[in-house]
């Protein structure tokens, strides 16, 4: 059960998968939209892309160190406040120091106590809530412009008609936005309520906030927790392959750069699903 009203985004961040996945269906199960990523480098991408409230990172990971990875995220200001707690099996107090110097705001000794997952939630509620009471709410009006649709026709007239033949970040983002409306439209028979679909340098994120659908509800409920979040999780992604050329060439013919791989994932909680698409190179808009 959730143990408040606010949900929270939630990066969790362990090259050990059972472990992070674990911790990943608890933090989800109370109520929380989670994204569950198994290395360092990877988790600078994926938490650039996800703005988590709160981030839970393991100190010993292969390819960049927990501490490096907090040393890292707090040097870019997007991060500079977020709350980050390291989970590691390291008990001494030398780890813990080494954790805190780097920018953990606090340390949870695995195997962590529900109480305490809870604690840390409940810690990083208030902050949340107080930022989304803000009268300016810049974010969110920014999303709402991503919403816009832009048929890739029109796309091209205007295209046609400037003299860069090029098409703004905005044009372009609302060209993507209009395509994976229409696939799911199209091929799936119904359609998310919310797409935002964002250029951050060279990387491209969509975010679909929708629901769950009956057969997906069903299936979650038919298997055991982790067992119908796996499969509701691959059942979503080889719907997503279907659209994959189609993607790859709206982004290549709204910003004029090739797709080089497709990471998803989606909380079995809220529905909302992440794609984030690694780019050869960053855009050169209008």
């Not at 409920?221 to 050329?245: H, M």
């Not at 709204?254 to 050869?280: C, N, R, W, Y």
Request: proline letters at 5%; aromatic letters at 4%; a neutral charge.
């Amino acid at each position: 059960m959730p143990t408040t009203n606010t949900s929270l985004r939630v990066l969790i961040v362990d090259d050990n998968r059972d472990g992070a996945d674990a911790l990943g269906l608890l933090v989800e199960a109370l109520g929380n939209q989670v994204h569950v990523t198994y290395g360092g480098a990877q988790a600078l991408d994926v938490a650039t892309a996800f703005r988590p409230d709160l981030i839970l990172v393991d100190l010993l990971m292969p390819d960049m160190n927990g501490c490096d990875l907090v040393t890292r995220l707090r040097q870019l200001p997007a991060f500079a406040h977020t709350k980050i707690v390291a989970i590691t099996g390291l008990k001494d107090e030398g780890h813990k120091t080494l954790a805190k110097n780097a920018g953990c705001d606090s340390v949870v000794v695995k195997p962590a106590a529900l109480t305490e997952i809870e604690a840390v939630l409940a810690s990083v509620v208030p902050v949340v809530a107080r930022a989304s009471q803000s009268p300016t709410q810049p974010k969110e009006r920014a999303n709402l412009e991503a919403d816009r649709r832009l048929p890739i026709n029109e796309a091209r007239r205007i295209r046609r008609e400037r003299p860069s033949k090029t098409l703004t970040q905005a044009e372009s983002e609302a060209v993507i936005c209009d395509g994976i409306v229409r696939f799911q439209e199209e091929y799936l028979g119904w359609r998310s309520e919310q797409i935002h679909v964002h250029f951050i340098k060279d990387l491209l994120v969509v975010r679909l906030r929708g629901v769950l659908t009956l057969a997906e509800r069903q299936l979650g409920k038919s298997f055991s927790p982790e067992k119908g979040r796996d499969l509701i999780k691959q059942t979503r992604k080889q719907l997503l392959e279907l659209a994959r050329p189609m993607l790859e060439s709206l982004v290549h013919e709204a910003a004029g750069v090739k797709v080089l791989s497709m990471h998803h994932d989606i909380s079995t909680v809220t529905g909302e699903e992440m794609v984030i698409f690694p780019l050869v190179e960053a855009p050169r808009f209008q």
